[in-house]
């Protein structure tokens, strides 16, 4: 596990508000006829003109800058022609890199009007994040956020995948510590300053099973059940945690990079 310096981790923040920025721009372009692979084209220019570089795209040979899971599909679907219909949910899950450090957030946004069992799942996956954020304190250990996280999915009637966990980050897109979303209390390394993890509840209205299409990529629910994925990278300080991935569209400053024009 690495230890990060003050230093690394304004970095590491300035590579997480490029992947914030994009994903709320990205925000106001879901709606019923987009094409997927519009959304995947959009994020790439957008990270190149801010002089970062598409984590995922060539990771482990997967063709695109940005996951885009609907409906069942839990995490990695590739962007497609496919459009996005009214009463959808869509994940969005993004990285860069830039200036030597890694970035990563999801998040699962409606298309139109949606159900209202849908929305559930989604308010669930956001709310079981704060819950395993609550966790994140210098000398908790790992497995009390993976159990804060299982807590609250189940108690709303939900389900935790278990074949996906959340992951340290910083000079690689996955290091160590895994970070499950269920699990028992009380195990696992402490958590201790300068860690940062990337934490990302993945649940289910179904079962948790999990099934890869012949893409070799897209995993969905076995019983094709609603899926919602909530994802922020978060480092741990002497006062507790600090989301590095939420960006405030009304506050320009809080941006360490200068935008660049894109060539």
């Known amino acids: 596990m690495i230890i990060y310096s003050e230093k690394e981790i304004c970095t590491i923040r300035s590579s997480n508000q490029i992947v914030a920025k994009i994903l709320a721009e990205l925000k106001k372009m879901i709606k019923p006829g987009v094409q997927t692979k519009e959304l995947d084209e959009y994020a790439e220019m957008r990270t190149r003109a801010m002089g970062a570089i598409p984590a995922f795209k060539g990771y482990r040979g997967y063709p695109s800058s940005l996951c885009t899971s609907i409906n069942e599909e839990i995490v990695h679907g590739i962007p497609s022609s496919r459009k996005l219909q009214e009463g959808d949910i869509v994940s969005l899950d993004f990285g860069v890199l830039y200036d030597g450090y890694y970035g990563d957030a999801a998040v699962t946004y409606p ?13 669930t996956a956001e709310k079981a994040f704060y819950k395993g954020l609550e966790q994140m304190k210098p000398e ?10 299982q807590n609250h999915v189940e108690a709303e009637g939900f389900s935790v995948i ?12 996955h290091e160590e510590p895994q970070v499950p979303n269920f699990g028992s209390p009380g195990r696992g390394p402490k958590i201790k300053p300068g860690m940062v993890l990337a934490i990302e509840p993945m649940i289910a209205v179904g079962d948790w099973n999990v099934e890869i299409l012949d893409d070799n990529w897209t995993a969905i629910t076995r019983d094709k059940s609603l899926s919602a994925h909530y994802e922020h990278t978060v480092a741990i300080t002497q006062e507790g945690a600090e989301i590095l991935s939420l960006f405030d569209d009304k506050d320009e400053g809080s941006l360490c990079f200068k935008e660049r024009e894109h060539a």
């Not at 298309?111 to 308010?123: C, D, M, N, P, Y």
């Not at 278990?162 to 897109?173: A, K």
């Open 111 to 123: 298309v139109g009007k949606i159900s209202e069992r849908a929305r559930t799942l989604v308010e």
């Open 140 to 149: 908790k250990r790992i497995s009390d956020i993976s159990f804060a996280i």
């Open 162 to 173: 278990r074949t996906f966990v959340g992951h340290g980050i910083g000079l690689s897109l």
